[in-house]
T-cell receptor, first 116, second 114 residues
């Protein structure tokens, strides 16, 4: 079956512009996560969605970052007024459910964002 | 505050020998630990995991050891193969509010020489 897909694979933008990154999780997976990996760093948790529950936004670095998940499937991560420090690889992952914390998270290939 | 640390940025090993990747954590609430492998331009792929109620888990050439008292885990790959060359990330989750949210280490670049 299809894995997690993300688009675009690469995005170059100018400082101050808004960007939208998209994630299509594995069909049937109710939990969806966003992480980012800055250069030379590990993956950093941003936000997670579980079914119809309120998302856990505790990892979002600023109010310029927001995410939504429509219909319990596709998710969009939006960064407003991008800054150079936002440059990173943004990774999406999905799992069957998050309640037990042990379901394997399957990652997409990521979106490499470069802010000039 | 780095709760999961991989202190070795890189490791070089000869094909057929053992690779040992190490990881330390500070949060005593972590109760589930994982290793992910990442090739360039791809997302991380799950390799092996271990629950805090165990001290060892084995899957083929891969074994993860957990030392809770030392807050340390390690991944052993035996025998190492050139195709194992990748970045390896240690990750942890746990606590009543974690809901599977993973905290990752910085990664270790493993190079296996033929």
């Amino acid at each position: 079956g299809a894995g997690v897909s993300q688009s675009p694979s690469n995005k170059v933008t100018e400082k101050g512009k808004d960007v939208e990154l998209r994630c299509d999780p594995i069909s049937g997976h109710t939990a969806l996560y966003w992480y980012r990996q800055s250069l030379g760093q590990g993956l950093e948790f941003l936000i997670y969605f579980q079914g119809n529950s309120a998302p856990d936004k505790s990892g979002l670095p600023s109010d310029r970052f927001s995410a939504e998940r429509t219909g319990g499937s596709v998710s969009t991560l939006t960064i407003q007024r991008t800054q150079q420090e936002d440059s990173a690889v943004y990774l999406c992952a999905s799992s069957k459910q998050a309640s037990m914390g042990t379901d394997t998270q399957y990652f997409g290939p990521g979106t490499r964002l470069t802010v000039l | 505050d780095q709760q999961v640390k991989q202190n070795s940025p890189s490791l070089s090993v000869q094909e057929g020998r053992i690779s040992i990747l190490n990881c330390d954590y500070t949060n005593s609430m972590f109760d589930y630990f994982l290793w992910y492998k990442k090739y360039p331009a791809e997302g991380p792929t799950f390799l092996i995991s271990i629950s805090s109620i165990k001290d060892k888990n084995e899957d083929g050439r891969f074994t993860v050891f957990l030392n809770k008292s030392a807050k340390h885990l390690s991944l052993h790959i035996v025998p190492s193969q050139p195709g194992d060359s990748a970045v390896y990330f240690c990750a942890a989750s746990g606590g009543c509010t974690s809901y599977g949210k993973l905290t990752f280490g910085q990664g270790t670049i493993l190079t296996v020489h033929p």
